[in-house]
């Protein structure tokens, strides 16, 4: 069974820096491909990053690029996301997910981040 | 980027009903579009994806289809587990975007 477990998230002042982890288990973790999608609280489904199988390659949104870094050790079957310059717009649950052909076909449970002095 | 709309917004049916859930895109994403179920507080779900292919263990109620520009989601058969909201998402090209999302409500 794929499980997938987020941690890191928590309470931030704008301007901040966290480090999101996702622990995961129940597949072969170096053949695919992981993303992280986040949600602001009572709005829809936003996709944030996602990095190749081998961690040679990392996309991002628009909105994070240049303040997310994504990276993943293959060896310890974890993702990282380490997110800077955090704004009150960064609020939200992110989501670790398995992307297979960058669709999303399991998900974790979430972490949540929120910005805020 | 490409653009996902989904119609309606939010939709209420009963149990039993037929349902279906449109998406379209701002420009041509072939077949490479995905549907998700999510509940209050919980993960989405992958539902559907290359626009009609059933993931493994998903009811059958569940079905998609369309290509390039428009799609749709069918639930055959609404049952009172299937109250939730559904997105879709299509994986075209970067970066990869959803719907808005479509409530479905109890009528």
New interface residues.
């Given amino acids: 069974e794929v499980q997938l477990l987020e941690s890191g998230g928590g309470l931030v002042q704008p301007g901040g820096s966290l480090r999101l982890s996702c622990a995961a288990s129940g597949f072969t973790f170096s053949s695919y491909a992981m993303?992280w999608?986040r949600q602001a609280p009572g709005k829809?489904?936003?996709?944030v990053s996602?990095v190749t199988h081998n961690g040679d390659r990392a996309?991002?949104?628009?909105s994070v690029k240049g303040r997310f870094t994504l990276s993943r050790d293959n060896s310890k079957n974890t993702l990282s996301l380490q997110v800077n310059s955090l704004r009150a717009d960064d609020t939200a649950v992110y989501?670790c997910a398995k992307s297979?052909?960058?669709?999303?076909?399991?998900?974790?449970?979430?972490t949540l981040v929120t910005v805020s002095s | 980027d490409i653009q996902m709309t989904q119609s309606p917004s939010t939709l209420s049916a009963s149990v039993g009903d037929r349902v279906t859930i449109t998406c379209r895109a701002s420009q041509s994403v072939s077949n490479w579009l995905a549907w998700y179920q999510q509940k209050p507080g919980k993960a989405p779900k992958l539902l559907i994806y290359k626009a009609s292919s059933l993931q493994s263990a998903v009811p059958s109620r569940f079905s998609g289809s369309g290509s390039g520009t428009e799609f749709t989601l069918t639930i055959s058969s609404l049952q009172s587990d299937d109250f939730a909201t559904y997105y879709c998402q299509q994986y075209n090209s970067y970066p990869l975007t959803f719907g808005g999302g479509t409530k479905v409500e109890i009528k």
């Fill in positions: 993303s999608v829809g489904l936003e996709w996602i996309y991002y949104a628009d989501y297979g052909a960058n669709y999303f076909d399991s998900w974790g449970q979430g």
